[in-house]
């Protein structure tokens, strides 16, 4: 039941608050990341894996499509900063096998995840790969969408968790009509991190600002959001989001603010 909880708080939270959390400087939308020192001393973490399954939701279908490769770039990142990444199809395997023992955790038709079926295959999991393995962390990488304006000033800013991105076009047009309201919300996503240690207590968890998944439809005359048909095309934007997401569990120089 412990362990239930402290899931379950990291589903049902719009903001990570911890003893050790951050405070943002010039951008006052950075995340305020959730870290454990003492937890993350004993684990002594060098060995990850990257699940191929949420911590909450599902996320929507066009973002699962690009999930394998920000998975990659997750991967490639921590390799860079000295982690050895285990391959995801260990963790499939373990995951097929515990499914069928114990039910799909995620209601296909509603996407609610049943905590109970979740912790159980987690337990299962890491049972296994703990005989396998030299595993020390999960590392979830779940990508969330949620709204936000391009309202900030002049150039029509959209600022979320510690990033900052201006509107993209779509349509015939290049223009945008003068009636347009800039205070309509778009969809936008982030990179959201959480680090659970083979005990499955969680060590870390942030988020940090990917991009816009709506752009502006130029052939609309009153001005309308549509989906963008390249999800998550640029890279430095995802790079610049993996980064934001992992500071301070991996520090980030350009991170935007300062902590306590």
């Not at 903001?15 to 305020?32: D, M, R």
């Not at 285990?86 to 509603?110: C, I, M, S």
């Not at 002049?154 to 076009?169: E, I, M, N, Q």
């Amino acid at each position: 039941m412990r362990l239930f909880n402290r899931i379950l708080g990291v589903l049902g939270a719009a903001s990570l608050l911890g003893a050790c959390s951050s405070t943002p400087s010039y951008n006052p939308t950075v995340f305020e990341y959730e870290m454990d020192p003492a937890l993350i001393a004993a684990a002594k973490v060098k060995t990850v894996v990257i699940p191929h399954v949420n911590l909450g939701p599902p996320s929507r279908n066009y973002l699962e499509r690009v999930a394998p490769r920000i998975d990659g770039q997750v991967s490639s990142y921590l390799k860079k900063n000295g982690y050895k990444v285990l391959p995801q199809r260990e963790f499939k395997q373990h995951w097929n096998t515990a499914v069928r023992a114990y039910g799909d955790p995620v209601d296909p038709t509603t996407g609610k995840v049943n905590m109970k079926s979740f912790v159980q295959i987690m337990q299962s999991v890491r049972d296994q790969l703990r005989q396998t393995s030299d595993l020390d962390a999960f590392v979830f990488t779940d990508i969330v969408e949620f709204e936000v304006p391009f309202n900030g000033g002049l150039k029509h800013l959209a600022r979320w968790d510690g990033v900052t991105r201006r509107p993209s076009l779509q349509g015939p047009g290049s223009g945008v009509s003068a009636d347009f309201d800039w205070n309509k919300a778009a969809a936008v996503s982030s990179l959201q991190i959480s680090v659970y240690d083979m005990d499955l207590k969680r060590l870390f968890a942030s988020r940090g600002g990917l991009d816009a998944t709506d752009a502006i439809d130029t052939r609309s005359s009153s001005g309308a959001y549509v989906r963008r048909r390249n999800i998550l095309e640029n890279e430095e934007y995802i790079m610049e989001g993996i980064r934001l997401a992992f500071h301070p569990f991996i520090p980030f120089k350009e991170w935007p603010g300062t902590p306590d």
